[in-house]
């Protein structure tokens, strides 16, 4: 459980948030799992929120007024405390990336951000918002990249991805950036905490996700899964639909080209894409 902790509460909208739902609860004389019983989650949920690693929620902050009797204070704050410099639809996954014990992800087109280099990560930009000027693709880009640092912290998560060999036959940005990006991905694929798995086109309909999928684990929290279309992204939390997903994330797991295996065929399409 996230343990209480001071806060100054006028470090940025969260930390007020935070220390806010601290002081009600405790005027309340409720402890984190009892305040969680009544908003229908865990006194660690409770905790995250307190403690400003999370972000706010709008359903909870609504119930949290309804509970404390305070009228729309939580609602206010709580649209304050989620201004975030991601897509709104990415935000929350964003942040729960920074608390995951594990992501297992699946990319169906393009390698996830996690995994991207900054010339790839520029190229998919540029496809994604042709219109865009050049200050607005750099800045996402630069977002993305400083999401990577999770990667080489000591903290940081265990990721493992299974790529549909899609991912490495289209020349996103072209050869050259195509090359240099699965040689990136065969140098993560080496490291103690990456682990690479490529799905060939041959076992592709013996398990299938429709669309990018990440799930997250948590040392103190339930699992949660992240599903990402065109232009819009979904956080399930519900506990049943979240089993699901693991059971076909397991199938495509077990499909996949074993992580030796997966290394020699990217290795291999580096050097296709860096050959005229």
Not at 183 to 189: I, K, T
Request: glycine share 8%; proline share 6%.
């Amino acid at each position: 459980m996230a343990q209480p902790k001071s806060l100054d509460p006028y470090t940025n909208p969260r930390s007020f948030y935070g220390a806010e739902l601290r002081r009600k609860r405790e005027e309340m004389g409720w402890s984190q799992e009892q305040l969680g019983a009544k908003a229908f989650c865990s006194g660690a949920y409770i905790g995250q929120f307190e403690s400003a690693t999370r972000r706010p929620q709008p359903d909870l902050s609504r119930l949290f007024d309804g509970e404390f009797g305070t009228g729309e204070h939580f609602q206010r704050l709580c649209r304050l405390a989620r201004k975030s410099k991601h897509a709104d639809y990415f935000a929350d996954a964003a942040e729960l990336e920074k608390l995951a014990k594990t992501i297992s992800e699946y990319a169906p087109m393009l390698v996830p951000g996690l995994l991207q280099t900054e010339a790839y990560a520029r190229a998919v930009t540029q496809v994604t918002l042709p219109y865009a000027d050049p200050h607005e693709i750099a800045e996402l880009v630069q977002l993305r990249t400083e999401r990577q640092r999770i990667l080489g912290a000591t903290t940081g998560p265990l990721l493992w991805a299974v790529l549909h060999e899609t991912v490495i036959r289209v020349p996103m940005g072209g050869r050259d950036v195509m090359g240099g990006q699965l040689r990136h991905l065969v140098n993560l694929g080496r490291t103690p905490l990456v682990v690479l798995q490529v799905l060939p086109f041959a076992a592709s309909a013996e398990a299938f996700i429709n669309g990018m999928t990440s799930l997250l684990t948590f040392s103190d929290a339930p699992a949660v899964v992240y599903a990402e279309g065109a232009g819009s992204g979904q956080l399930i939390e519900d506990p049943g639909l979240v089993e699901q997903y693991q059971r076909s994330y397991d199938r495509v797991r077990a499909a996949a080209l074993s992580p030796e295996a997966s290394l020699g065929l990217l290795e291999s399409a580096a050097e296709e894409h860096s050959t005229p």
